[in-house]
């Protein structure tokens, strides 16, 4: 068995493996034991990221259940953040950041803050109402590269019940695949 090298990175309450332009690309099963938590690394997704050019990198992104999605903005800051560390902005501040839904100019707003250009929706956000854990929850959907439910929780962001709801709109009829 050959040994990966890694990096582990972490924000806004995400955390990823990050392959810096691996011999090997992992597989769906690699990336799912990978980011198995208790059992391995443990992890919410794992990234390739590939140098480009000066200043440019390209990064595909995996969730953890080794499906790959177009985008994950944390994800996104985490490799640019990780293009920083690496010197790829070759001094000059910034990383642009190629994904599968677009470019993303990415700069240095302090030594271990990143901060990400992302486009504006094409579509403005479209209001939904859905039943999920007993709740009814009213929310937009909007994509930003990839689609979103955003719902505001009266109780505060500490006491939304992310670990369990996150799951149940994850693959909730009503919001598509």
């Known amino acids: ?56 990198a390209r990064m595909t992104y995996f969730n953890a259940d080794g499906g790959e999605a177009a985008l994950c903005l944390n994800g996104t800051r985490c490799a640019a953040r990780l293009a920083f560390e690496l010197g790829w902005d070759e001094g000059g501040g910034t990383v642009t950041v190629e994904s599968g839904a ?39 959907t909007v994509s930003v590269g990839v689609p979103h439910f955003v719902v505001e929780w009266p109780e505060g962001l500490d006491e939304a019940p992310v670990a369990t709801l996150g799951p149940l709109l994850r693959r909730h009829p009503d919001l598509g695949p």
């Open 102 to 140: 677009g470019r993303h100019p990415a700069s240095r707003v302090a030594a271990a803050e990143v901060a990400v250009e992302v486009a504006a929706p094409a579509r403005p956000p479209k209001p939904l109402e859905i039943e999920a854990e007993g709740r009814r929850l009213r929310g937009w």
């Open 1 to 56: 068995m050959a040994i990966t090298p890694f990096y582990k990175l972490s924000g806004a309450g995400n955390d990823f493996i990050g392959l810096v332009e691996p011999a090997a690309w992992p597989s769906a099963d690699d990336v799912r034991t990978w980011c198995r938590r208790g059992l391995s690394v443990g992890a919410d997704g794992l990234f390739v990221l590939e140098r480009t050019g000066p200043g440019a």
